[in-house]
């Protein structure tokens, strides 16, 4: 029979791979990106690998402040819809912009659309973004974890919860990275980074409204 500290265990393995999976903006948003503007694999996996860190270390401050400053769970879970809220309009915006500039680039004369792009501020913008967006599902494990375990079961589950969602990131943008064709987005020429965007934007709609 499965104690305590397995249970817990167990539970943040399977939210941190089940909400990652469920939620596309987590590997989205660095395929689309990585296709459109000619990243490498190298560049690509490192950038999920920072905005996934920034996305479990942002819920784990949250979960610490929750508990020390003695917040209650209605005043957490407005924090969170704020969160939340925040997160998916600026992924709703950052994708609108980017379809934006991706159709007047398109319609510019003497543009080599194939060409691979730097990478500017977009890794700090989606860092940026990654940091505000919620991980609902990490908080209440922080604050169950933190009265039945000790302060190595509280890390354990958060660094188990956070390995998971990592983990699902990473190898869900790798099989995606090699998997598709990589003329997918060529295809589109000149229209590329348009799609890059217009892809973004329906996953912050989907945060925003869905709760994706």
Known sequence: MATGPDVLILTSLTAGLA?????????LPFVVLSKARGWSYRKTFWITLA?????????????YLTLHLGFSLEKLN??????GNLAGWAVTIFGLFY?????RLAFRK????TSPAR?????????????????????PIVIYSAPHQNLSGVLAATSLFGAATIS????????SYYGLNALAFR???RFSHALAGLVIMVCGIGIQFWRL
């Open 187 to 189: 295809r589109w020429g």
């Open 78 to 83: 407005l924090v969170e819809s704020m969160r």
């Open 110 to 113: 003497n543009v080599d659309i």
């Open 168 to 175: 699902t990131m990473l190898a869900v943008v790798t099989v």
């Open 19 to 27: 909400h990652t999976l469920l939620g596309p903006d987590h590997y």
């Open 119 to 139: 990478t500017g501020l977009l890794p700090w913008a989606l860092f940026i973004i990654f940091i505000l967006g919620p991980c609902e599902l990490l908080i």
């Open 99 to 103: 379809l934006t500039w991706g159709l």
């Open 51 to 63: 905005c996934g860190l920034g996305h479990i270390l942002g819920a784990v401050l949250l979960g």
